[in-house]
């Protein structure tokens, strides 16, 4: 009769231990979000002989008191086309942004996503750099997805909302027609 108490003692024990860890992981609030100051543009190079590839900027922030590590990013919009991303974990870069990667990364401390911790209250900036494909007029980004360490060394993923379309060299018309 005693072991039997104790077994049940111990899986009452454990699983409230469990549900506890649970709660901990699922209802934690995205540290990552989108603070709302990006989006609704569309821009490119004007000239034809301009780069085959355009840096976007898009805001995030860590509403967190605690760095956030990022893991990586993805954008599903695009698809087919090369999209590389880069990050400011500072803010130095503003977001809305367009132009040429090296034209960014003076301006502040930019590196690989996939290497970056954002600090915490920290309002930084996405670099999203488009390459485009012969023919290509128009490439939309609607949200970005982030990856990130959350709790106990989960994986969560926020989707950022950019909204930013990027014309290629030499069809800056067309986002005039496409807005």
Avoid: W
Wanted: glycine share 12%; hydrophobic share 40%; charged share 15%.
């Amino acid at each position: 009769m005693n072991t039997g108490r104790l077994v049940l003692m111990t899986a009452t024990a454990l699983a409230a231990v469990l549900a506890g860890t649970f709660s901990v992981v699922a209802l934690e609030p995205p540290a990552l979000t989108s603070p709302g100051s990006s989006g609704g543009v569309c821009g490119g190079f004007a000239r034809h002989n301009a780069p085959s590839d355009i840096t976007v900027t898009i805001a995030v922030r860590n509403r967190s008191s605690h760095p956030v590590d990022v893991l990586g990013a993805r954008v599903d919009a695009a698809k087919g086309h090369t999209v590389r991303f880069h990050i400011d974990p500072e803010g130095h870069v503003a977001p809305n942004g367009f132009g040429a990667l090296a034209d960014f990364e003076h301006r502040g401390h930019v590196v690989d996503i996939a290497d970056a911790t954002i600090p915490g209250h920290t309002t930084s900036t996405i670099l999203a750099t488009v390459t485009f494909r012969q023919g290509d007029a128009l490439v939309p980004l609607s949200d970005v997805a982030v990856d990130y360490r959350g709790r106990l060394g989960t994986v969560r993923t926020v989707d950022i909302p950019a909204g930013v379309t990027v014309s290629a060299p030499g069809h800056g018309a067309a986002c005039v027609a496409e807005g």
